[in-house]
């Protein structure tokens, strides 16, 4: 596949007027900035349009938690970028004069770049290292389109969608999402799947792959990395049924969404009271005892 560079929002634009943008190569801050919705922004309409909204205007601040998985991403799928954008920064006792000192020193020499403990540049090399020499996880990261940008006019809504996909293998068309996580057993992992609403992205992601290029992709994989213990990775293929509830999750956010840029009412939560009843551990403990 030919790929196409973007360096601006006009160019984006005026190609999309011809069709979607498939596996594009487009400059961080340009694809960041673009005001195309995305499935990130787009899962706080789970909760209500006005935490959208807000969230939206007021951008939160990455967490150290943030850092350190865009970080093992930028490694495991772009080491070149990684090389170019993080560097270590070892543990200082900045109280000291001479401490200060290599502090600035070390600060001076990585500017523009993002500095990292000795503890998480250890994490870094330990997962990519796992990743790269394993024989069978390996096929998730050597080869595909990596970090590539899609764009696409929703047919229902006219809205315009984006979505930078971990890494598209056009041979076998496997669409890969890499999650960094602090356990990736199973039964852990299973419930993170639903909790942090990654069944959504799937859905979003796979569909934003299947319209730009033209073909349902044959599978979604999320390769999910541990950043503490022995980094140890676990691999999980999402089935039709979880797609099919994923899509559905997705839709109807957009669709709320839609509603609220065609009205301008961004509400919060309904006005009316929810009833709360204990659960039935609760009354089966302490039934007995009921003073009603």
């Known amino acids: 596949m030919e790929t196409k560079f973007f360096s601006s929002h006009e160019e984006i634009d005026a190609d999309l007027k011809s069709g979607p943008i498939c596996a594009a190569d487009i400059e961080e801050s340009v694809y960041r900035s673009h005001p195309a919705i995305n499935i990130s922004s787009l899962k706080s309409m789970s909760s209500s349009a006005s935490k959208f909204a807000w969230e939206r205007k007021f951008p939160r601040e990455p967490s150290p938690a943030m850092v350190l998985g865009s970080a093992i991403h930028a490694a495991m799928l772009q080491p070149d970028v990684f090389d170019n954008t993080y560097y270590e920064l070892p543990k200082i006792d900045r109280r000291t004069k001479a401490g200060k000192e290599k502090a ?9 770049k993002i500095g990292l403990s000795t503890q998480d540049m250890d994490t870094v090399n330990r997962l990519h290292a796992k990743a790269y020499d394993d ?35 056009q041979e076998g068309n496997v669409v890969i999402d890499l999650k960094t996580t602090d356990c990736a057993a199973e039964r852990v992992f299973k419930h993170d799947i ?7 992205q799937a859905a979003f992601y796979y569909d934003m792959v299947h319209h730009c ?10 390769v999910a990395v541990e950043k503490t213990k022995d980094c140890d990775v676990n691999v999980f293929h999402l089935d039709n049924d ?12 957009l669709d709320k969404y839609a509603e ?16 709360f009843s204990a659960p039935n551990w609760m009354l089966e403990t302490y039934g007995s005892e009921l003073d009603v």
């Open 260 to 275: 609220c840029v065609k009205t301008g009412q961004w509400p919060g939560y309904d006005r009316k009271f929810i009833n």
């Open 242 to 253: 979880a797609l099919g509830v994923g899509r559905a999750m997705y839709r109807k956010w």
């Open 104 to 112: 600035a020193e070390i600060e001076a020499a990585n500017v523009g």
């Open 135 to 169: 024989p069978w996880l390996s096929q998730f990261f050597n080869k595909g389109l990596k970090e590539r940008s899609f764009f696409r006019n929703d047919a229902y809504t006219g809205l315009t969608l984006k979505g930078k996909i971990d890494n598209w293998r």
């Open 194 to 200: 639903v909790k942090y609403d990654y069944i959504s």
């Open 213 to 222: 290029s033209g073909e349902k992709p044959f599978a979604f994989i999320i």
